[in-house]
Antibody, heavy 122, light 108 residues
Framework: QLQLQESGPGLVKPSETLSLTCSVSGGSISSRHHYWGWIRQPPGKGLEWIGSIFYTGSTYYNPSLKGRVAISIDTSKNQFSLTLRSVTAADTAVYYC??????????????WGQGILVTVSS | SSELTQDPAVSVALGQTVRITCQGDTLRTYYASWYQQKPGQAPILVIYDKNSRPSGIPDRFSGASSGNTASLTITGAQAEDEADYYCNSRDSSDSHVIFGGGTKLTVL
């Protein structure tokens, strides 16, 4: 059974860089049938797609993050990572890593990691 | 920019049928997927690619799409179905993903 687990600091100072890693177990991150992605949820609010990556390194990002975001993949470690630069309090959220299914007409996220709360505060 | 609109809250009597909707222009081109999220838990996928159910999801959950509206129907709602439900779709760029604002379902 595929499982995803987020790891990283739970507290980041304003203007600094948020870095998270997702470790994948029970399956290969080099699958040609799936992408891998990050989604976040501010406390009490809805879901926001951050971006997705293929095992080749091809990426798609939410344009609202204005170039602050980067997602990378390490197939040797079966992990992928999120970097978000110049964070503000608005970036405080639970961050989820997900496996992404894609067809010609839809994207879906399954399974999800348990999520990690990242608070931006001095 | 593209967006998906959901009713903030819907209620249903125990055992009755409820339809949760998601509206947006991109749904004329792309199918919605649906997620259930209970308090303090990660979302789980309940419907994908318009009307496919992952293994383990009860068959009382079904999806449909017409025009600019996608819908999630729960036939015979159970107490454990009380949760927030989110839809997502690809946006007009064909590479980015958008989510609806979520619908809080109350089972009375």
């Amino acid at each position: 059974q595929l499982q995803l687990q987020e790891s990283g600091p739970g507290l980041v100072k304003p203007s600094e860089t948020l870095s998270l890693t997702c470790s994948v177990s029970g399956g290969s991150i080099s699958s040609r049938h799936h992408y891998w992605g990050w989604i976040r949820q501010p406390p009490g609010k809805g879901l926001e797609w951050i971006g997705s990556i293929f095992y080749t390194g091809s990426t798609y990002y939410n344009p609202s993050l204005k170039g602050r975001v980067a997602i990378s993949i390490d197939t040797s470690k079966n992990q992928f990572s999120l970097t978000l630069r110049s964070v503000t309090a608005a970036d405080t959220a639970v961050y989820y890593c997900v496996r992404v299914g894609r067809s010609g007409t839809s994207d879906w996220f399954d399974p999800w990691g348990q999520g990690i709360l990242v608070t931006v505060s001095s | 920019s593209s967006e998906l609109t959901q009713d903030p809250a819907v209620s249903v009597a125990l055992g009755q049928t409820v339809r949760i909707t998601c509206q947006g222009d991109t749904l004329r081109t792309y199918y919605a997927s649906w997620y259930q999220q209970k308090p303090g838990q990660a979302p789980i996928l309940v419907i994908y690619d318009k009307n496919s159910r992952p293994s383990g999801i009860p068959d009382r959950f079904s999806g449909a799409s017409s025009g600019n509206t996608a819908s999630l129907t729960i036939t015979g709602a159970q107490a454990e179905d009380e949760a927030d439900y989110y839809c997502n779709s690809r946006d007009s760029s064909d590479s980015h993903v958008i989510f609806g604002g979520g619908t809080k379902l109350t089972v009375l």
